[in-house]
């Protein structure tokens, strides 16, 4: 019975690494994209998870939300930040730092 509740466990572990990595690569990506649009540069070329916790869906199932952010700068000098939310692995909003007197919308 241990032995099962064991490989139970570690598979119940693998499968969240598998499930986190996928969502941060999801979300490297939008970001990624999101600078592109903006002609911004990602600094660091990464992501942090800042949150995780449950939540539900709009379909009513219980889901991983994730959050992430993430720097950039538009001029090369100024940082500003970012941020992408998922539930599982949809991604459900991404916000960026940006000032109206900027001109970027």
């Known amino acids: 019975m241990q032995g099962l509740l064991l490989i139970l466990g570690l598979a119940a572990l693998l499968w969240f690494w598998h499930d986190s990595l996928k969502a941060r690569e999801r979300t490297l990506g939008v970001s990624r994209l999101s600078c592109q649009r903006l002609q911004a540069q990602l600094l660091d070329d990464t992501v942090a998870l800042s949150r995780l916790r449950l939540c539900r869906t709009p379909e009513g199932t219980v889901a991983l939300c994730r959050r ?6 538009l001029d090369g000098v100024n ?6 939310d998922l539930q599982g692995q949809r991604i459900v909003e991404v916000l960026l730092d940006i000032d109206q007197d900027d001109g970027w919308q």
């Open 68 to 73: 992430y952010r993430f720097d950039f700068t």
């Open 79 to 84: 940082r500003r930040s970012g941020r992408v």
